[in-house]
């Protein structure tokens, strides 16, 4: 089992949709949870950081389930530049490793 | 957040040579890492960077293959030695400012193809 899964896509939405990613994380100590977005040809840029509470950022929303070892990314009224890949990042236990899935493509078409 | 400059950007290398990349950051960051992305794979720790000492090597990455050195707080290089054409990946820098629930930040990358 992959230590950090997340549904490859691509996701193909029109502008305005609202769409959501999944994530799901095997270790369960880990202890803080990142969502990173990547476009082509380009490095891995913070999106945001993910919290227990779950927290907003303008059209982006995070939810964290420990329980479930789940993740959620969910983005508004998505616009043409929020195509990117979307990656799930997760750190081990305080630890320095980030462990990042494989990505999910987004492509929001007009 | 820190600004990261990563050097040479992209590079076209012949197999068996060396080649070493360097990691600029315009502050002092208590952490420093690099990362390996192959061709349509997401992002694979080589090693931490760990300032005046030996670099710590993930599973799988050796100090003979990748030496690492830190001389500084605001400063790392990576050597990919000996290369082949399995080296061909993008070679990211990060740092992480504080403590391990922090996030990272990465430099542009590194584009390295081998011939």
């Known amino acids: 089992r992959k230590e950090v899964e997340q549904d490859p896509g691509p996701f193909n939405v029109p502008e305005g949709a609202t769409v959501a990613f999944n994530c799901t994380y095997s270790?369960?100590?880990?202890?803080?949870f990142f969502w990173y977005r990547q476009d082509c040809r380009k490095e891995p840029k913070l999106l945001m950081s993910?919290?227990?509470s779950g927290n907003e950022d303008g059209r982006f929303t995070a939810q964290l389930n420990r329980a479930s070892q789940y993740i959620s990314l969910l983005i508004r009224d998505s616009k043409l530049s929020d195509s990117a890949t979307y990656l799930c990042?997760?750190?081990?236990?305080?630890?320095?490793?980030?462990?990042f899935g494989a990505g999910t493509i987004l492509r929001v078409k007009s | 957040s820190a600004v990261i400059s990563q050097k040479p950007s992209r590079d076209i290398c012949q197999r068996g040579t060396s080649l070493t990349i360097q990691c600029q950051v315009d502050?002092?960051?208590?952490?420093m890492f690099w990362y390996r992305q192959q061709p349509g794979q997401s992002l694979t720790l080589i090693a931490t960077?760990?300032?005046?000492?030996?670099?710590?090597?993930e599973s799988g990455f050796v100090i003979d293959k990748f030496p690492i050195s830190r001389p500084n707080l605001t400063f790392s290089t990576l050597t990919v030695s000996n290369m082949s054409p399995e080296d061909s990946s993008i070679y990211l820098c990060?740092?992480?400012?504080?403590?391990?629930?922090?996030?990272?930040?990465f430099g542009d990358g590194t584009r390295l193809s081998i011939l």
């Open positions: 990060s740092v992480r400012a504080g403590t391990g629930n922090q996030p990272q930040h």
């Open positions: 270790n369960s100590a880990s202890q803080s």
């Open positions: 993910v919290y227990s």
């Open positions: 990042v997760v750190n081990e236990e305080y630890g320095n490793k980030l462990v």
């Open positions: 502050s002092q960051v208590t952490m």
């Open positions: 960077a760990n300032q005046g000492s030996e670099a710590t090597y």
